[in-house]
């Protein structure tokens, strides 16, 4: 085995660790199972040389109450040790799964970004089972497939060293063949589930987006193309079955050999009158089950080895260290004033694209500023930087003249709410997906904060209204809905900092403009910054910033901007001038239709 899988293995028996009683029993409790399961030969042995040749009854009716004795033994013996088996199974499956799920829930938003979805559930779920497999049934079996190979082994050495040496000759040829098959079956096993993960990135994939799927029709293309990966995965199933299969034969057709040598060999003892025929039987009954722990022996480490694959998936993630972390002199901050700096800040997703140029603003306590520009001018990034989502790759983001990266990341996050264009409603009720950024909150502020949001009556409508359940990613509320759900909890989070990104986007004008007036007060004395591409939302805001290519170009009201003619009134015009012009195209198809029917 190769150091690193070593150094792996080490890694993953740390597992076991803080179940060291439990595991002490278990061997125990394996150890004297697998001996007590070789006791049955030597019985039969006695019954066919002393009991049935002397016709010894007394005999008889002693070694079945000791066979009936024995079966209510290891009957609670096995008992035991399968409670203890699922014990310590479940549990350190328990500790591998909370670990992984709590290490990826802190890494940075970039790798969740870049890593499917699918991808993070396949090694959550399938590798951590795999490795559940390999801690606890791999090393029972290896437990006691070594005691009952090491016992058997001196049972028939003791009995007859020169018939166990003659039984075991066809080993070298058995362990070769177990040998030769085994790296095949292990690449195939790696490959297949590597293909499992595939597909389970796909229908995660797929079923997420199954709206675009159904509005471009493309149900018969997303099937052919789940079918070609399923027929890979039944071509890969059927080449490891096969392999597995003639391994087996083949193992089978040397492990028969040994019994059979023996079988001539101790016939001729019989008959000479060297050996006794119970002596032979259970001779034979060693020997036979002396095979099925060598097989599994060898197999254990193209067992490990396979399962190699699913541990460096594992480690390969919780390897992987936060991009966004505390540093060791970071410290919280429980209240703050709300002032915002941008201090030559660069930034860049990769390298060859720069989405920040040295962007510099400052945003005063209960000033509102809004962020306008084109899609891509790097809007949404700068409420990243806010939350601390990504670094700056050059210059600072300050929060009262304090470089969030000295600042604790829980203590920064409490202290902004973010409303977002995309927004995420979890599959339980609007009361439970309010309260998920103030879990103490009481009922009136609850409702309070959805009057703000204006969607309070809405929800009154409803048959169940707060307890409403709103479906995975909200479905069964619209666009407008979940925005209006997503801006109310971020109120009753109260923050110190609100950001507002596209956060009113599926909104009618009318909608958009209650809401602004209910949040009028909400906002006094507190930092806010709105990001939008609709401009009619950021009139009323102290200062605009205009951001073209990364870089602020403008900035003033409202009424600056439109008087200096810059690019703000470009986009302002232009937003202006679109509604009039889809009225002038709808009125000259009907014009056009209302001729062609003439």
Known sequence: MRRISKRKLLRLLGYLRPYKREGSQLLVCMIFGAVLSLIDPLIIKVLIDDVFVDKNFGLLKLLLGGLAALILFRAGLGFITSYLFSFIGYRVLFDIRNELFQHLERLHLGFHIETKTGEIMSRVHNDVGQLQNVITTTFVSLIVDLVTLIAILAIVFAMDWKLTLVSLAVCPLFILIVAHFNPKIRRKSKETREVAADIMSFFQEIFSGIKAVQSFVREKYEARRHLMKSKKMINLGMELNVLGSFSSAISGIVAALGPAFLLWFGGLQVIQGALTLGGLIAFYTYIGRLFGPISRLAQVHVTIQTAMAS????????????????????????????????????????????????????????????????????????????????????????????????????????????????????????????????????????????????????????????????????????????????????????PAIMIFDEATSFLDSASENDIQRALEPFMKNRTTLIIAHRLSSVVHANRILVLKDGQIIEHGTHAQLLQRGGMYKTLWDNQNREVPLVVHLVGKLSSLRGEMGS
């Open 311 to 494: 541990v460096d998936r594992i480690f390969e993630f919780l390897d992987i260290e936060p991009a966004i972390r505390d540093t060791p002199m970071a410290i919280s901050m429980g209240t703050t004033s709300g002032k915002v700096t941008f201090e030559g800040v660069d930034f860049s997703y990769r390298p060859d694209r720069a989405i920040l140029r040295n962007v510099s603003f400052e945003i005063e306590r209960g000033e509102t500023v809004a962020i306008v520009g084109q899609s891509g001018a790097g809007k949404t990034t700068i409420a990243n930087l806010i939350c601390r989502f990504f670094d700056p790759k050059a210059g600072a983001v300050k929060l009262d003249g304090l470089d969030l990266r000295r600042i604790r990341l829980k203590s920064l996050r409490r202290l902004v709410g973010l409303v977002s264009q995309e927004t995420l409603l979890f599959n339980d009720s609007i009361k439970e997906n309010l309260k998920y950024g103030n879990p103490e909150a009481t009922e009136q502020e609850i409702e309070e904060a959805a009057r703000m949001a204006n969607i309070h009556d809405l929800i009154e409508s409803l048959p169940e209204k707060y307890e409403t359940v709103v479906g995975d990613s909200g479905v069964r509320l619209s666009g407008g809905e979940k925005q209006r759900v997503s801006i109310a909890r971020a109120i009753l989070k109260d």
